[in-house]
């Protein structure tokens, strides 16, 4: 499945974007061949609209107004001009208040092991809402790669999403104050506006190259 590029963004050029598949297991995933890049957060944070910004694909990755939408591993691939591919990973949604506890505990395991266990994970990009800051499962889930992965073999940076919807004077100290609490980098970002996407690419890149730009 492919779809028309958006017009008028910046960033590298995306050639070509499609979903691969969405799987409900790590050992399920496709063969660890390309660079792959993970995204993670709240339910209804933004993920899906974050990749679809990042693709230049409107609809491709599913969003939805209704949390919980994302209810496996979904697998994108993405060429860009210069020839380089990477797989996008859109991981489920945690946080979200209305599914059984029995369907959260295996959300949050295939999680858990999809992050630890993926060779070809080289960064994880965990969303926050600018508005809401880090939260409690937040922390976990970093907490939890500090101990799953060495930082060389997995980047991960906290993305302060919607920022579109926080008065424009307001949307640095929103940003700061989350920088604040993160011992990663923070990246302001809105599927709205496409403020951030540069800097994610740039990121993206980055870690695919394992380059230490962290100081
Ligand atoms: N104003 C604004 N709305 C956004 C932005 N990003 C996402 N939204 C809206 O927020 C809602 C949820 O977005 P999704 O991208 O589906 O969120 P998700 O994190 O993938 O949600 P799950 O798959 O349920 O975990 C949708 O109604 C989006 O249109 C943003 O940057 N600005
Ligand atoms: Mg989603």
């Known amino acids: 499945m492919s779809s028309a590029p958006q017009k008028d963004q910046i960033g590298p050029k995306v050639l070509d974007a499609s979903f691969v598949l969405g799987v409900p297991a790590v050992a399920k995933m496709p063969p660890p061949t390309l660079t792959e890049v993970a995204f993670a957060g709240r339910s209804n944070v933004g993920k899906s609209s974050l990749l679809n ?4 694909r409107s609809g491709l990755a599913r969003t939805s107004g209704t949390p919980g939408c994302t209810r496996a591993l979904n697998v994108f691939q993405v060429k860009l001009s210069d020839d380089k591919q990477f797989h996008f990973v ?7 208040a209305k599914v ?3 369907e959260k505990i295996s959300w949050g395991a295939m999680i858990e092991d999809y992050l630890r266990e993926r060779p070809s994970l080289r960064a994880l990009f965990l969303l926050v809402d600018a508005r809401r800051g880090i939260e409690e499962d937040d922390l976990q889930l970093l907490d939890f790669m500090a101990v799953a992965r ?6 991960v940076h906290v993305v302060a999403t919607k920022l579109d919807k926080i008065v424009r004077a307001k949307q640095k100290p929103a940003v700061e104050a989350i920088k604040n609490m993160a011992k990663v980098p923070v990246i302001g970002f809105s599927s709205e ?5 540069d800097e994610l690419w740039r990121r993206i890149e980055k870690a695919a190259q394992h ?3 962290d100081a």
């Open 90 to 96: 859109d991981l489920p949604g945690y946080g979200y």
């Open 150 to 155: 060495p930082k060389e073999s997995c980047r």
């Open 211 to 213: 380059v230490d730009d």
């Open 100 to 102: 059984s506890k029995a």
């Open 193 to 197: 506006t496409g403020a951030g996407r």
């Open 53 to 56: 910004t990042l693709m230049q």
